[in-house]
């Protein structure tokens, strides 16, 4: 492995890293010699609700206690409300619960802000750092629609990708350049926006989001490895408050 990209004794704090992509957001650090810390609600290395800033303190804490410093952030904890989930019609702006916008706002923004504030103040102490915000190309592009639309389904009625999921990852694409220019120039700070993963959809959706992709085709849930390795490690480390986009092109249309 090039130099650039040794993350060897790195402490590495990841949120929602019990989930699919988080797993693989660990094992990028570890496959770099980084040692990854999973913090989740539902397990993990460290059991924590994000939202609740009393309890990031204490995962804090813990950490240094156990490890003496905090090297890397990986925002990758947020709901996501997919279409298949709940009514389909409460999916819709018109319908859309305020307690369900609550609770995906808080978990992926003001989670995301606790976690900036108290491991980013502990980076500044140490003068070194490097956070990484998990967006989405949804923050770069609308959701399609069209893809969920389904016959015999009033218009009014029709399943659509909720619209906080949009407003959250681009909501990080805004906490990644904030904190790039606030911590600068001892903590780096950049998002990775990834497409979407392959994951046993309906045959009909993955033809017509193909269809719509240049590589013709959705991510496997290990490709975004090598990226998380690079902008968390020394190899990009002329790199902040930039958005990295990986989505087999599809933003580009």
Known sequence: MLPYFDLTGR?????GGAGLLGKHHCKAIASAGGIPI???????????????????????????????????????????????????????????????????????????FHCCQIFGGQMMQQKSGVILNIASDLSVIAPDQRLYKQDGIKDAEQPVKPITYSVVK????????????????????????????????????LDQIASRIPLERMANESEYEGAVVFLCSDASSYMTGQNLVIDGGRSCW
Request: glycine share 8%; with cysteine.
């Open 170 to 205: 681009t909501g990080l694409i805004g906490l990644t350049r904030y904190f790039a220019t606030y911590y600068a120039p001892h903590i780096r700070v950049n998002a990775l926006s990834p497409g979407g993963i392959e994951a046993s959809q309906p045959k009909a959706f």
């Open 38 to 112: 999973t913090v989740d609600i539902q397990g993990g290395d460290m059991q924590a609700d994000i939202t609740d800033r009393s309890a990031v303190e204490r995962v804090c804490e813990d950490v240094l206690n156990q490890h003496g410093r905090i090297d890397i952030l990986i925002n990758n904890a947020a709901n996501n409300p997919k279409v298949e989930d709940g009514s389909k019609a409460l999916s819709r702006v018109e319908n859309f619960p305020i307690d369900q916008w609550n609770d995906d706002m808080n978990v992926g923004l003001l989670g995301a």
């Open 11 to 15: 402490i590495a704090i990841v949120t």
